[in-house]
């Protein structure tokens, strides 16, 4: 199956999947996306109910990566979904109540969603650059606020032939994700603090890729640069998975008879998980609405109501810090499959220029038909991780309250009983002090490190293993250096390559 940009609007240069995977990103500045997209038959979804998950994976990823075989899927799949990597169940769906069940998506090893993609897509990198007979060693650069880094390290870390390297704004991150960069295992990896903010840190690395004496000097040393970018198809495909994986699970658990609608809500920043959710339904799962849950960055949740895209508005920083994005990639490909290439070419040479766009009604409409929008402010998110605590028991963290406050909303206005599936992207302990102090709220706020053991011990909940004892870890990474030394710092790394 060939891969096309999003922006090529004859459909003039087709890609494998390989090499989506290893470019990212189209040449024209667009997304990769497949010629078609495959179905799944019940018989398929039947077949998928007896299966492990590395199994339905490895079986879901074969019918969009056909220049990998399916037991070179199994293999890799099996190495990232691992008892060892994600406990029994890597993707795992929990009833809060009748009809209302949460698909938790964070047991991996740092404790939220992007480790869904980020165990396996490595993996599909390094064998996609044997198959293209790549020579040179990869070195992938990330410029993180926190979470994405860790995942990134955790993925890559100790694969042959490819290295990582990580920098973070040093007073930019929580003590918790210091803590958890600091003590990163691996033989492969670098991680390094930037004295200045996320901006500058990820100014000094676009600054890098663009640096062409810089690449000269790597090449000489066998080495390019490459990211983990999370527009990347790589990292999509595997996210489709767990949809079909929580429908068979449901399935199994007697929650649904076969064609059953199963709704689902989305935490959403970048557009990617809840784009996965769409595929899913276009390959043929029983899937009803599709619901966006924005924070208070809603860019999204005004589009999908009146069908103007504009970025052009105050920036909020919210407890939900995943989520507080004012340009959504993935929506590109949305775009691409309702409008086509051509008005999608449009869309983004607007967004580039002026920041803003506006879909035509019958795209708007065709958009209305699948998603529904809601955003929660600071005190929905508050107050939702407050009650489903009291009233279901359930402790859930900021991004996936903001995303049970969108379904409950949307649930009232509905007056069939439906399935409803909400994704669940990170372990409450990933955002302990934000979830303490909405439980909590007339004491003082704790500490991202202390309020680990204070949430542990108020709910009676154990703190996800991933995050237990950190300050016992062995320091490793210290180094604390200017942005004008990044490519010192890579040059350092990288001499042991050559
Ligand atoms: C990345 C992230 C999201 C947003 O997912 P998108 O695919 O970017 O829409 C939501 N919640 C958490 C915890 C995340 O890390």
Request: proline share 5%; with cysteine; glycine share 6%.
């Amino acid at each position: 199956m060939n891969y096309y940009s999003t922006r090529d609007t004859e459909k003039k240069t087709p890609f494998s999947s390989s090499h989506a995977i290893i470019k990212g990103l189209a040449p024209d500045g667009g997304l990769f996306m497949p010629e078609r997209i495959p179905s799944v038959t019940k018989e398929d979804i039947l077949n998928l109910c007896n299966k492990t998950y590395a199994e339905r994976a490895a079986s879901i990823l074969s019918k969009y990566l056909e220049d990998f075989t399916y037991e070179e899927l199994l293999e890799d799949c099996q190495k990232a979904y691992s008892f060892e990597k994600f406990g029994p169940d890597p993707a795992k769906t929990v009833k809060i109540r009748e009809g209302l069940y949460t698909l938790e998506l964070w047991h991996g090893p740092t404790a939220a969603f992007k480790d869904m993609a980020l165990q396996i897509m490595p993996r599909l990198l390094c064998r996609a650059l044997a198959k293209e007979k790549e020579t040179m060693h990869p070195l992938i650069l990330v410029a993180t606020s926190g979470d994405t880094g860790k995942a990134a390290l955790e993925g890559y870390r100790d694969l042959d032939g490819i290295s990582i390297m990580v920098f973070y704004p040093v007073d930019g991150v929580s003590r918790v994700q210091k803590l958890q960069m600091a003590t990163q295992e691996g033989g492969n990896v670098n991680v390094c603090a930037i004295r200045g903010n996320f901006d500058d840190a990820q100014t000094g690395v676009k600054n890098i890729f663009a640096d062409p004496a810089f690449s000269l000097l790597l090449k000489k040393r066998n080495v390019f640069l490459s990211s983990a970018n999370s527009i990347n198809w790589g990292r999509l495909a595997p996210q489709i998975v767990y949809y079909i994986s929580a429908y068979c699970d449901l399935l199994n658990q007697k929650a649904l008879s076969f064609g059953d609608p199963m709704d689902i809500t989305v935490p959403t920043g970048n557009f990617g998980n809840i784009f996965a959710a769409y595929l899913a339904k276009r390959m043929g799962v029983p899937i009803g609405r599709l619901v966006c849950a924005s924070n208070l960055n809603h860019v999204l949740t005004d589009f999908i109501r009146t069908g103007v895209y504009d970025r052009n508005r105050a920036f909020h920083t919210t407890m939900s810090p995943s989520m507080d994005i004012l340009i959504s990639s993935n929506l590109e490909r949305l775009l691409y499959l309702i409008a086509g290439s051509e008005r999608t070419c449009g869309y983004m040479q607007q967004l580039k220029a002026k920041g803003r766009y506006q879909v035509e009604p019958d795209i708007l409409a065709r958009i209305q038909a699948e998603f529904t929008a809601c955003y929660a402010t600071e005190e929905d998110t508050s107050r939702v991780i407050h009650d489903f605590f009291e009233k279901e028991g359930y402790l859930s963290d900021t991004h996936t309250a903001v995303a049970l406050h969108a379904a409950c909303e949307f649930l009232q206005k509905k007056t069939q009983a439906p399935c409803m599936l909400v994704a669940s992207t990170a372990s409450p302990y990933k955002f302990a002090a934000d979830v303490y102090h909405s439980l909590f709220p007339d004491e003082e706020k704790p500490e991202s490190l202390s309020a680990l053991s204070l949430l542990s011990g108020r709910t009676n909940t154990e703190i996800t293993y991933p995050l237990r004892n950190l300050d016992k870890k062995p320091i490793r990474f210290k180094s604390d250096i200017d942005c004008s030394d990044m490519e010192d710092e890579i040059a350092r790394f990288t001499e042991r390559f050559s």
